[in-house]
Every structure is written in structure tokens, then in C-alpha cells.
């Protein structure tokens, strides 16, 4: 009985002069592969029992090409194939098991899962990811050590040209890797890999998505989406706005907008939402929050800390006018998005 896999991914990377793997990119990552392919892999002398990433010699990838194209898996034998014209370092990366990454080619292979929108946030296990990647200088000449970006520097402006390092950081733009079919990213620095965008998002200049967080689509985002938080479909975050991940100050609730929701400019939310909620602008909500219930007539009902409201529909967060108090009510008019706006053909 042929072994099923969770994830498999034939990638070309970057190395330092350690021999230290700096990145690798995934052209058509595979989750749960089929059996022929998990067999072909097999019977071309991978190993597959265990989470593993196996740097391919051209033997090593002629042999697999001939055993996928065996098994019918023309897509992987042509990428195969393509590797073999390539004189970066290749890889195979078989994820047995859904399990933390312990290298940096199981980690790039996770993040590719999701941007690719194979698995979307909070499905996959990133457990020590930060501890896995490298801070890396990513430049127009690729990643980079940093150890080594000073003789890089040198040597190209000798050359007579500029070496830009346009970030540096443990991930690299998601653009650089994977583009989503039915998005707009208005500025790609913005947009990490291992963010998750679904058909019809738009990222305006000022939006930014971290890694394992991402929109179902589609939605708008002038503020930030942090690591951990999903927004649901129809959702607006207006401008600076901000939603409170899973690495803020040690918070461990899973924040999650709902659908039809809107974040009002500057405005916060560190409570998960449930569907058409709108925080005004400016308000930020947190799960400590002392929130005044008020009922049609506007009248209090009750006082209640906002993690109590966790999931609720409906509900339109705002400011007293004139004591400032944080009020609950519910929503009358739940937003919609304009649809022209939100085009992407």
C-alpha cells in the first residue's frame, strides 16, 4: 500500500557559502499529493517516510522525471525537467506529516501552502518557524547572508552598478514567489509570504498582510492584517487601521473578522468579530474594553467586557460623543463593498 503524504514540493533555492539555505522557491507545491506521484517519488529513491528535504543531484532529477512521467504527473515531470537546466541548488521537500518545519526548506514550503491557498490560516502547523529562517537581505540580486552582503555591496558598485537591499528580514515579499489569480497588491512589500488572498482582495498602499493571516475575499484593506487574523468576505479595514495578531504582546486569542465587517480609519480590534460589525473610526477595541450594551431605544442594558461579545453578529462598536464611553448597539447597516471598485478584470 503506497504511503500518503501531506505536502510535497520540487523547488530551486538559495544557498550561502556555508552551504546554509537561505530560501526556496516552489513553483507548484502539492498538498496531499496522489498516489502515483507519492510512488513515483518512491521508486526514484526519495525517501518518504519522514519530513524531509532532499537536495537533488541532475542523476538524482533525470531518474525522478522518468518515474513521474511513469506515473502520469506530467505537471511535476516538466518542473522537474526544467530544474535540470538551472545551476542554483535543487530540492525535493516531502512533508510526511503536518509537523513543526525544522529546516528552511519544510518552512518556505509551508508558506508556499499558503499562498498558494492550499491551506488557509491557522491550518497548517508553523510552530518555530522564526527560530527555523534566517534574517536574510533581500536584494535585486536575490537573498543574500548577511554576512556576506558587504563583499556583494563591493563588488557591484566595482562593477559599476548599485546592489539594492529592499528589506531585511526573516520573509521575504510574497509577490517574489507566488501572485494570487483575482487580486491587487498596490505596493508588494507590503504582502509577506505565507499571507493568504483570496479572489477578489485589493491591498491598498498602506495595507499589509503578515504571514498565516490573510482575506477570504473579496475585501479591501487600507490597514494592517497581523499574523494569526483572517478576515471573511466583504470586509473593509480602512486606512491605519489594525488588528491585533497572535505575536502582539503575548496575545494568544485568534482574532477573526467575520463577513461584511468595516474598520473604521485608525480604528483597532483585538476581539475576534462575527459577521457585519463595524468599528467606528478611531475606536480600538480590546478584549479588556468596558463596553456599554444599549438596546433599539438606546437605552443601557448592561456593561460587559468586549471579549464577551467575541463572535457576535451584528454589532456596531462606537465612542459617546460626549464622555467617550465605548457603546455596543447593533447594526442597521451592515456595509457593502462597491463591486466596480472591487474589479479585478
Given amino acids: 500500500m503506497t504511503q500518503s503524504l501531506f505536502a510535497i514540493g520540487l523547488g530551486v533555492g538559495t544557498k550561502n557559502q556555508k552551504g546554509e539555505w537561505l530560501d526556496v522557491f516552489y513553483p507548484r507545491p502539492l ?3 496522489d498516489a502515483a506521484i507519492v510512488a513515483a517519488i518512491a521508486e526514484a529513491g526519495s525517501k518518504i517516510g519522514a519530513n524531509a528535504a532532499i537536495e ?3 542523476n538524482e532529477l533525470q531518474t525522478l522525471i522518468k518515474t513521474l512521467r511513469s506515473a502520469g504527473a506530467t505537471e511535476q515531470a516538466d518542473i522537474a525537467e526544467a530544474l535540470l537546466d538551472s545551476t542554483r541548488p535543487m530540492v525535493l521537500t516531502v512533508l510526511a506529516t503536518d509537523e513543526a518545519p525544522k529546516s528552511v526548506a519544510e518552512a518556505y514550503l509551508k508558506l508556499h501552502l499558503l499562498s498558494h491557498r492550499l491551506v488557509k490560516p491557522h491550518g497548517i502547523v508553523l510552530a518555530g518557524i522564526f527560530g527555523v529562517l534566517p534574517n536574510v ?3 535585486n540580486e536575490g537573498a543574500i547572508d548577511l554576512s556576506e552582503l558587504p563583499q556583494r555591496q563591493f563588488r557591484a558598485r566595482l562593477r559599476g552598478e548599485l546592489l539594492e537591499v529592499m528589506s531585511v528580514d526573516k520573509f521575504p515579499k510574497m509577490t517574489n514567489y507566488v501572485v494570487p489569480s483575482g487580486v491587487r497588491i498596490a505596493h508588494t512589500a507590503r504582502v509577506r509570504l505565507g499571507a493568504y488572498l483570496g479572489e477578489g482582495t485589493t491591498i491598498m498602499h498602506e495595507g499589509f498582510v503578515n504571514f498565516n493571516a490573510g482575506t477570504e475575499g473579496p475585501g479591501m484593506v487600507e490597514g494592517r492584517i497581523s499574523a494569526g487574523v483572517f478576515v471573511g468576505a466583504g470586509s473593509d479595514l480602512g486606512g491605519g487601521c489594525s488588528t491585533m ?3 502582539s504582546g503575548g496575545n494568544n486569542i485568534i482574532i477573526s473578522l467575520g463577513k461584511g465587517c468595516l474598520i473604521g480609519a485608525n480604528a483597532g480590534v ?3 468579530l462575527g459577521d457585519r460589525c463595524t468599528i467606528e473610526a478611531g475606536l480600538y477595541v480590546t478584549a479588556g474594553s468596558v463596553a456599554s450594551v444599549l438596546d433599539d431605544k438606546g437605552q443601557l442594558v448592561r456593561k460587559v467586557k468586549a471579549r464577551e461579545l467575541s463572535g457576535k453578529d451584528d454589532l456596531l462598536f462606537r465612542r459617546n460623543s460626549q464622555n467617550g464611553a465605548l457603546e455596543v448597539l447593533t447594526n442597521k447597516s451592515a456595509i457593502e463593498l462597491n463591486a466596480e471598485l472591487h ?3
Avoid: D, F, Q, V
Fill in 270 to 272: 483585538g476581539i475576534p
Fill in 56 to 58: 537533488l543531484s541532475n
Fill in 31 to 33: 498538498l496531499n499529493p
Fill in 137 to 139: 537581505a533581500w536584494t
Fill in 245 to 247: 495578531g497572535t505575536l
Fill in 343 to 345: 474589479a479585478h478584470n
